[in-house]
Structure formats: structure tokens, C-alpha cells
């Protein structure tokens, strides 16, 4: 007695072979797409802080301006050409460079973080360096330079204004 085997239809290993390439390929590219998006989030939310930062800075000095003017003091009163860090108490010091001008996060438990020139608090990420150069009789130029380091790269935001006399 013979018997006979029907042909049945199927996938040949070849087939099997490009099916299982193709779709690793789609994977692989998704997988790819979905780490670098995590990375530009993370430099963009910290360009963002940054950009608060530098904002944040120029405020500071602002103020002290304004103070000035309420105090009955000539406009620019402690605010000289040089390199500062700025408290928001409105205390200006001198220092050096970007070196000497690293913030502090706040490590307070329950509270949202905030970024200070605090002794004792945890160093962050960022450094801010306010640096006021004159322009005229009546005006400064105002610099705040944010700058981090991330992953060995060092990346600086920089926000300007003029200060003027105008009262």
C-alpha cells in the first residue's frame, strides 16, 4: 500500500528568514528613535533651567538698580564692572570666573528645588556668573553666563541686557 503525502502550503525558511529581518530592522530603528528622543529631553530640559537661570540673574542685578532708586542711592551703587554672583537678598560678590560661581540645590525635604549660592546645600549641575561691563555714563551692559556639564560635554547659555539710568 503507498501512501501519498499531500503538499501542504507553508512558509519556506527563506521566507521565515526575511520576515524575522525585516521586522528586527523596524525594532532596531524604534529602539534607536526612542533613546536619542530620552537624550534631547534631558539637554533640553536642562537648556531650559538654564535659560531660567540666566533670566533669574539679570533680574537680580535689575533690582539692585531699582533699590537704588528707592534708597534715594545714585542708580549703579554696587553694581561696578566685574564678575559677580548676585543672592537674592540682593548681596553682590566678586569672584574670578565661572569657577567660583557654581549654585546650589536646595535639599530641603517637602519643598520644590530651587537654585541658590548657598553653603552646605548639594552643588548642582549649573554655574552662573553675572558679568557687568560699562557702556556709557548712563548705561551697563549686564552678561549672565549659565553654564553645566553633561555626559563630558560643557554647554553655556548666555541672556544680555543694558541697564539704564532712565529715572
Given amino acids: 500500500m503507498k501512501t501519498f503525502f499531500k503538499k501542504q502550503s507553508g512558509f519556506s525558511i527563506l521566507e521565515i528568514v526575511v520576515a ?3 521586522i528586527t530592522i523596524g525594532l532596531v530603528g524604534v529602539l534607536s528613535l526612542t533613546t536619542q528622543n530620552v537624550q534631547v529631553e534631558y539637554v533640553n ?7 531660567q537661570l540666566a533670566q533669574e540673574g539679570l533680574e537680580l542685578t535689575r533690582n539692585i538698580r531699582d533699590n537704588n532708586w528707592l534708597s534715594g542711592n545714585d542708580w549703579d551703587n554696587g553694581i561696578t564692572p566685574g564678575n559677580y554672583i548676585v543672592d537674592y537678598a540682593g548681596n553682590i ?3 574670578e570666573g565661572i569657577e567660583e560661581a557654581k549654585l546650589q ?3 530641603d525635604a517637602g519643598e520644590e528645588d530651587y537654585y541658590w549660592h548657598q553653603a552646605g546645600d548639594l552643588d548642582s549641575l549649573f554655574s552662573r556668573l553675572i558679568t557687568i561691563t560699562q557702556t556709557s555714563s548712563e548705561s551697563l551692559n549686564v552678561s549672565c553666563l549659565v553654564q ?4 563630558g560635554q560643557t554647554y553655556q547659555y548666555v541672556a544680555d541686557t543694558i541697564l539704564y539710568d532712565w529715572r
Fill in 105 to 107: 540645590q536646595s535639599n
Fill in 20 to 22: 524575522f529581518s525585516i
Fill in 148 to 151: 553645566w556639564e553633561d555626559r
Fill in 45 to 51: 530640559k536642562n537648556n531650559l533651567v538654564a535659560s
Fill in 93 to 95: 560678590t566678586s569672584v
